[in-house]
Nanobody
Framework: EVQLVESGGGLVQAGGSLRLSCATSGFTFGDYAIGWFRQAPGKEREGVSCISSSGGATYYALSVTGRFTITSDNAKNTVYLQMNSLKPEDTAVYYC???????????????WGQGTQVTVSS
């Protein structure tokens, strides 16, 4: 059974940092691209950052470029999203997801976690 479990969300002040983790199981980690997505109330889901199955290619939404970094740890079957210089507009539920195909486009992935709330106060 494919499982993705997010952790690391919380409440942080503007300008602060959080690191989200996506622990995966039930599939061959090296065969899947992993992505981070977010959805704020009343807004559509947005692809924040995605990483290829090899870890050699990444995508970032323009809104987070230069502030967020996606990395993968094959030994732990885990993908991280380091979020720095957080802004109130980053407030959303963050989901990680997996796909057996290309990491790009960063949308419409196959398997999803339950999400973790990130709230950035001004």
């Amino acid at each position: 059974e494919v499982q993705l479990v997010e952790s690391g969300g919380g409440l942080v002040q503007a300008g602060g940092s959080l690191r989200l983790s996506c622990a995966t199981s039930g599939f061959t980690f090296g065969d899947y691209a992993i992505g981070w997505f977010r959805q704020a109330p009343g807004k559509e889901r947005e692809g924040v950052s995605c990483i290829s199955s090899s870890g050699g290619a990444t995508y970032y939404a323009l809104s987070v470029t230069g502030r967020f970094t996606i990395t993968s740890d094959n030994a732990k079957n885990t993908v991280y999203l380091q979020m720095n210089s957080l802004k109130p507009e980053d407030t959303a539920v963050y989901y990680c997801a997996a796909i057996s195909g290309s990491y790009y486009p960063c949308r419409d992935y196959d398997y999803w976690g339950q999400g973790t709330q990130v709230t950035v106060s001004s």
